[in-house]
T-cell receptor
């Protein structure tokens, strides 16, 4: 079974530029998560999708971040415009369950490392 | 402020030593998970503990969930270089998922 795929693996941009990340979850997984992991910290949940609907985006900085999951499969996360403090690893995860419970395992992709100069 | 605080933040030990990592919160969690993350990879689930006072063992790793379900610990016996990585606890509180601050472990051969 293929794991969660993410691209690109690395991205370097100037501040105020735009950037987009792509995630393809494990086939059949209903729930998709985007996390931001700043160096030296644990991941922070940005947004959670259940199929193509948003379940939780309370920690997503909506003035500059947006995400979509058209057709309930793959997803894109966009930052526009980027700031220096957006430098982090952006992790995508998926799970087969429909609710946020710890009986359902999240499978993580390798992440995209973003550097904003 | 992190909902889940981990200690220590960094740990560097020699192969063969024992160690304990702690995950603490002022909030009650219905269950907690432990993950290990290696450089350039996403976190990988190690264990889920669901009952207060529960102890789970995974080879040389022992996980304990506090009686009050506010804290957890991870004990590694006879650490090996392959145990090197970032250890993260995680839990659901009011239907939101939170990771701890992480403990970076380095086991020297």
């Amino acid at each position: 079974e293929a794991g969660v795929a993410q691209s690109p693996r690395y991205k370097i941009i100037e501040k105020r530029q735009s950037v987009a990340f792509w995630c393809n979850p494990i086939s059949g997984h209903a729930t998709l998560y985007w996390y931001q992991q700043i160096l030296g910290q644990g991941p922070k949940l940005l947004i959670q999708f259940q199929n193509n609907g948003v379940v939780d985006d309370s920690q997503l900085p909506k003035d500059r971040f947006s995400a979509e999951r058209l057709k309930g499969v793959d997803s894109t996360l966009k930052i526009q415009p980027a700031k220096l403090e957006d430098s982090a690893v952006y992790l995508c995860a998926s799970s087969s369950g429909y609710t946020m419970t710890l009986t359902d395992t999240q499978y993580f992709g390798p992440g995209t490392r973003l550097t904003v100069l | 402020t992190q909902l889940l605080e981990q200690s220590p933040q960094f740990l560097s030990i020699q192969e063969g030593e024992n160690l304990t990592v702690y995950c603490n919160s002022s909030s009650v969690f219905s269950s907690l998970q432990w993950y290990r993350q290696e450089p350039g990879e996403g976190p990988v689930l190690l264990v889920t503990v669901v009952t207060g006072g529960e102890v789970k063992k995974l080879k040389r790793l022992t996980f304990q969930f506090g009686d009050a379900r506010k804290d957890s610990s991870l004990h590694i016996t006879a650490a090996q270089p392959g145990d090197t990585g970032l250890y993260l606890c995680a839990g659901v509180n009011f239907n939101k998922f939170y990771f701890g601050s992480g403990t970076k472990l380095n086991v020297k051969p």
